[in-house]
């Protein structure tokens, strides 16, 4: 059975940081890379970052580069993601995901967490 599990989500004051995590189980980073959408009030998903673990390969949209950085612990079966400071526009529902690279960001393949609030208060 393939999980994902986010954990780190909370609520924090503009220019503040938070450190989400995605456990990962029944999927090998082999096959997948692993990737962070979120999804804010009245707005549509979005990805934000995501990683092939093997290379170290790595994709930030725009509005996150400089602020956020997605790091993998192969050992733990574990992708992280630090993010900077944090504005409101990053307020929302944070997902990790098994994703694929196509061009220079990724792809979702169908398996995702449930999710981790991230509130960022001005």
């Known amino acids: 059975e393939v999980k994902l599990v986010e954990s780190g989500g909370g609520l924090v004051q503009a220019g503040g940081s938070l450190t989400l995590s995605c456990a990962v189980s029944?999927?090998?980073?082999?096959?997948?890379?692993i990737a962070w959408f979120r999804q804010g009030p009245g707005k549509e998903r979005e990805g934000v970052s995501c990683?092939?673990?093997?290379?170290?390969?790595?994709y930030y949209r725009d509005s996150v580069k400089g602020r956020f950085t997605i790091s993998s612990d192969n050992a733990k079966n574990t992708v992280h993601l630090r993010m900077n400071d944090l504005e409101p526009e990053d307020t929302a529902v944070y997902y990790c995901?098994?994703?694929?690279?196509?061009?220079?960001?990724?792809?979702?393949?169908?398996?995702w967490g449930q999710g981790t609030q991230v509130t960022v208060s001005s």
């Open positions: 995901a098994a994703a694929i690279f196509m061009g220079s960001s990724c792809a979702p393949v169908g398996f």
């Open positions: 029944g999927l090998s980073f082999n096959d997948y890379a």
């Open positions: 990683i092939n673990a093997l290379s170290g390969l790595t």
